[in-house]
């Protein structure tokens, strides 16, 4: 037994190592992988040559400078300094042996101002998603709520979507789907549609309804401390989110 939890521990570690070594620099000195490097607005664009990210350049940082002046906006900044590193690969495959991890379709580091799409001519990855998780950690500081920053990715993302994070939700409801607010401390056992669409709907009617400030302290102190912050208890501010998506069916957004 000790035997065995020494290994698991062994791996953790290593697990925890190579997570940490994710970079700009260790991503290229990856032998297995080469780049082309294209710096344009918020981005240092790294892909293949002869790459659907390549054909279609100017397209890709005209949608992320566009995604980035929504989130801009989202948090009521002027301007982000800061560059960040994009690395955009071909497929999952692909995606998965950069980054080391075979169960997203993105990824953001949001320390080493790093993210990673893949792109293609059937399928993509690529918008603003992870690029929030960047900035709204860059500006607001690490959360230990989690639910908090996938609610904020989501909830920035949406604009494109064809269908709107309260539809979603009200869907949800419908099929009886949604956890509770107390619940959403475990968000990472939920299922991938909790994950997402609740978390983006509860942050993108918590920004309209009380706005961005409060977002903020609520991402500092978490729902426990709703009624400091919003005047209500988090029963409360519950049901009121739950009445709001009611009315939202596949006709309104």
Known sequence: MKKLLFIFL???TTSCCIAQKLSTKAVLSNSSFSFEKHQAGHFNYYYAKDSEVERKLDSVIELHES?????????????YTELIDYFI????????????????????????????????????????????????????GKTRYGWMEEGMAS???????????????????????????????????????????????????????YGIEKVRQLWKKGLSKAECIFGKDRETLEREWREHIKGHDDTVR
């Open 10 to 12: 062994s791996c953790l």
């Open 67 to 79: 995604r980035m002046t929504r989130i801009l906006q989202i948090l009521k900044l002027n301007e």
């Open 89 to 140: 690969v071909r497929d999952l495959d692909e995606l998965g042996k950069l980054t080391g991890d075979t169960t997203v379709q993105g990824k953001a580091i949001p320390e080493e101002h790093l993210m990673f799409a893949y792109m293609n001519a059937e399928a993509n990855s690529i918008g603003g998603h992870e690029i929030m998780h960047i900035v709204v950690r860059d500006i607001w």
């Open 155 to 209: 909830y920035s993302d949406e604009k494109w979507r064809p269908t709107g994070l309260h539809n979603l939700a009200n869907q949800l409801a419908k099929d009886k789907k949604l956890v509770s607010f107390s619940h959403l401390l475990m968000y990472h056992l939920c299922a991938v549609e909790v994950r997402y669409w609740q978390t983006g709907s509860i942050v993108k009617y918590l920004c309209e309804q």
